[in-house]
């Protein structure tokens, strides 16, 4: 049964939540699989990044500014305001989804990663997010 949780973000940027889907894993297994994380929103997106040294989640930010500015005079869909036609390319680029293998359910990240929930828009957001993990198959 997948566990489906709520983050309140505070705005545009990367927000980690590795310890929230640590959590939500070890609720559903002990055992070894496959981690599904899905963010239902189209102006918000997943990525797994390092979570060591602040600069690099700085900078990351700052790409993604460069990459979808708000105010582009070629967007059309601006009825929910400037930052609206850039926070979906941004999720377009990044992803609405992320698998990370369990062991002994264990989220098996590396040394330096962490799980970041990227909020694209300006306003705060209640954003929902859904945790499943597939089971191993065993031969």
Not at 17 to 39: K, M, N, P
Not at 49 to 57: G, L, T
Not at 105 to 119: D, K, P, S
Request: aromatic share 4%.
């Amino acid at each position: 049964m997948p566990v489906k949780f709520s983050i309140q973000t505070n705005g545009k940027g990367l927000h980690e939540i590795t310890r929230e889907v640590a959590v939500a894993v070890q609720s559903l297994t002990r055992g070894d699989g496959l981690c599904t994380v899905f963010v239902q929103h189209t102006s918000a997106s997943l990525t797994i990044q390092e979570n060591a040294d602040p600069s690099a989640k700085a900078d990351l930010e700052s790409w993604l500014e460069r990459l979808a500015p708000e105010g582009d005079p070629s967007y059309t869909h601006t009825s929910e305001g400037p930052d609206d036609m850039p926070s979906h390319i941004r999720s377009m680029v990044t992803d609405v989804s992320l698998s990370i293998p369990v062991c002994a359910g264990t989220l098996m990240l590396g040394t330096w990663q962490g799980i970041y929930l990227c909020e694209h828009r300006r306003a705060s957001h209640a954003r929902q997010l859904i945790v499943v993990v597939t089971p191993a198959v065993e031969s």
